[in-house]
Structure formats: C-alpha cells, structure tokens
C-alpha cells in the first residue's frame, strides 16, 4: 500500500513537470509565432489560386472609389484587402475633394494648379462652416433679417443675418489662402480688396448664400462662386484714401467675361451638403461625409441628359413674360413641343436647388426677363456666368437669348442682371427657336 502511494505521488510530480515545460515551450515560441504571422499575414499554405472576376472591376464608381485592379492570385497566397504587410499602404479608393484636387494638378502641365488647390480648398472650409452654420440656424437664432430689418445690400434687397455672416466666412477664407486679392459679392456694393496688398493671384465672385429667402423655411440654399485670373500688373494699397486710375482700374478686374473663368462651383446645403465644380476639365460632384469632415467624389464626370421633362421657372410672372416664351411654355405642358412629351413643373425659388436638379435630371431652367425686370434677375458675374461654364462642362447650353451664349457677355457692371435659359442641349435650343 505504501509503495502503491509513493508511485502514484511519483507519476503525479512528473506529470506536472512535463504540463509546466509545455506551457514554458508555448509562452516562449509566441513572439516568434507572432511575428512570423505579422510579417506574412496572408500566407495560407492550403489556398486554390483563384481569378478576380473581370466583372467586379471598375476604374471608378459612383461612390468615390476606386476598385482594385484585376490581378492573379498564386496558389501560396490569398489575397485579403483588410491585410497588408508590415510598411505596406492600404489604399480603399475612397477619393476626397483634396486628393483629387492633388490628382488634377499633378496631371496638369498648367502653370499654377498648386496655387488652385489651396484656393479650392479655403472656399470648401468655407463651405463647410457655413453648411454647419445653416444647419442650426432655427436653433443658434440666426434666422431672420440681419439687424432686425431695414439691412439692405447694393441690389435693393433686404438682407438675412445668414447673408451677412456667410459673406464674412467666405472673405475669411479666401483672404486666408494668400491666392486672392479681390472679390465680388452680391452683398459688396463694389469690388473688395482682402488682401493687405493685392498680390493675390486670382480675383473671385460669388453669392455667399443664393435662396437666402428661403433659409427661414428650411428649403435648399447654396453658395454660387466663380474665378478668374487677376493680371499681373495689378497691385492696389486698400489703406490709401484715395485710388488712383490704375488701382481702380484693378478693382475692375472682376468686370471679366465668362470665357475668362479658370473654375467655378456652387455648394448646396440641403438633405446633404454637395460641393459641385470645374477647373475646366469636366465637371465633378463632392458630398460632404460629416463623419470624417471631408468632401468625398460622388458624381464624377457629371453630364447633363441630352433633353429632360422638366421645366423650372417663376410662372407668377406669365402674364409679364414675352409672349414667344409663354406659347413655349404652353406647349410644353400640353406635350406639343418637339419631343411630343408632357413636361413637368418644378421651382424651388433657389437657384442651386432648382439647378442642380436639372443638372441631374436635364430639362431647362429659366429666369427671363419681363416686364417689371427687363433685364433679367440674375446677377452676370456671380451667378449666371458661373452657372453657364458648369453647364457647359457638363455638356449643356445656356443662353441670354437667341444666339447669345451667356459666356461671351462683357460685363458693365459688377452686378449686371441677365436674362439666363439654362440646361440640357436640346431643351434650350427648342427654346432658342420658339424665341427667335
């Protein structure tokens, strides 16, 4: 019996030394195992090669990103894209408005694409805070008419708290680039210098908050702008008293014609924020991720439907319209027009909202001239002209009237009204017709 238990103890003792060793032999050997599967995380010995399927391979989709490209896989490795090895960057094809702006400049032999980054990148900041700004305006109390009514800009038009503020965000930002010196602005009687002198390289026009209107009502606004090149020799003390001819003659340098335009854009604030421009190479769409804070690509190489069934004006003033214009209108709504299909009716009263629709949708947007505005309502240089090149670029059309294309026009004055018919090709040339 005694010899039995010393046995037992015996055998139990070396039972436990060999667990102990094990477990030594295993915490011992797990930094190198660790490090044998970081340095290749992919390796599986037992994996079929395979193909990727040619069908699942896109140069770029409209979620702003770019697939990986089709590749072999070799019978000792399967690919996996959340692993990569140890120094090795991860691309997932997501496409930000900086990147791409980064892209285009690298692949431009156009002098000064560095200098447009930075100027694109302070107005999307610029719309970023003023999007943030819309947002909780019911609630930060910036609803209303700025200084409790009676504020009114150069064009006779009562202005909103928003209105002010986004003008002064985007002055802000764009006098922060150091690439601007002068800008015009529907809320600026004149041209303003932002720079303390004006060395900047480009001058900009916009609307800081086109719809403003409707800003109370929580229906789409947006931010309209335009640039051009300043000349050279330009050069203007703001802190002077008095300018003399040739500092004048700079201020005017905004007094430029559409074809002059070297990018243009508007930004949408609504269901979602969407940055839409062109620096002259085809037209391309962001939509800001609040997420991240970023605007992503979402709609590249955006192009405008050859004809639509949408028609997009003010018809309160029907009876004040020419009356060519109304019988095209009628025959619009009666389906007798040359498609032979019956057009539909929508008018926001926002002009980014109305156009980025038709953008999207095609048809035509208008805002003629009539009797109380024979002109036109819509300001050349930082609406109309802006509005026309993007179009363009989109492969619309956009006019004053018959034969006139809206980007040949030498502006007077820096808020000259326009008659504008903007939209898909074949729509706007009907209505060039009808007119005529």
């Known amino acids: 019996m005694r010899w039995s238990l010393a046995l037992n103890a015996v055998l139990g003792l070396a039972v436990a030394a060999m667990l102990f060793r094990g477990a030594s032999a295993a915490v011992l050997s797990s930094p190198v195992a660790a490090a044998q599967r970081f340095a290749s995380p992919s390796v599986v010995r037992s994996a079929p090669a395979f193909q990727v399927p040619s069908g699942m391979v896109h140069s770029l989709s409209q979620a702003g990103r770019r697939a990986a490209p089709s590749r072999s896989v070799g019978a000792n490795v399967l690919a996996s894209p959340t692993q990569s090895s140890a120094g090795t960057i991860v691309d997932d094809g997501t496409i930000t408005l900086t990147r791409f ?4 400049a690298m692949k431009s032999n156009t002098p000064g694409q560095e200098d447009m980054v930075r100027l694109i990148s302070s107005i999307s900041v610029a719309c970023k805070r003023i999007a943030s700004m819309v947002q909780v305006a019911g609630i930060s109390g910036s609803t209303g008419l700025a200084e409790g009514g009676g504020s009114v800009n150069v064009q006779g038009e009562e202005q909103k708290k928003l209105d002010v503020i986004s003008n002064d965000v985007l002055k802000s930002a764009l006098r922060s680039s150091g690439k601007l010196g002068v800008i015009a602005s529907e809320e600026e009687d004149t041209p303003v210098v932002v720079d303390e002198l004006y060395s900047g390289e480009y001058v900009a026009t916009f609307d800081p908050l086109d719809g403003s209107s409707n800003i109370d009502a929580a229906i789409s606004t947006g931010t309209i702008f335009g640039v051009f090149k300043a000349p050279e020799e330009c050069l203007v003390n703001p802190d002077a008293d008095k300018l003399s001819i040739a500092e004048q003659q700079c201020l005017e340098a905004t007094l430029q014609p559409g074809n002059n335009l070297v990018a243009a854009g508007y930004c949408m604030y609504s269901s979602s924020t969407i940055l839409v421009m062109t620096t002259g190479n085809g037209l391309n769409g962001f939509t800001l991720d609040p997420t991240i804070g970023e605007f ?14 949408i028609y997009s004006m003010n018809e309160a003033n029907y009876f004040d319209w020419d009356p060519k214009l109304q019988g095209y209108v009628d025959s619009l709504k009666k389906g007798e027009g040359e498609s032979g299909d019956k057009y539909s009716s929508r008018y926001i009263g926002s002009m980014v909202g109305d156009v980025h629709r038709t953008l999207l949708y095609g048809g035509i947007f208008a805002y003629p001239a ?5 002109n036109g309502k819509l300001r050349l240089l930082y609406e109309a002209a802006p509005m026309s090149l993007i179009f363009e670029q989109a492969g619309g059309k956009a006019v004053t009237g ?34 005529a």
Request: hydrophobic share 30%.
């Open 101 to 104: 702006m980064i892209e285009e």
């Open 402 to 435: 018959p034969g006139q294309r809206v980007l040949d026009l030498m502006p007077e004055k820096v808020h000259q009204r326009v008659p504008v018919f903007i939209g898909s090709p074949e729509d706007v040339a009907e209505c060039e017709k009808k007119l």
């Open 370 to 374: 009539d009797k109380k505005n024979t």
């Open 296 to 309: 992503i690509l979402t709609h590249p190489n955006i192009q405008i439907p050859k004809r639509g069934k």
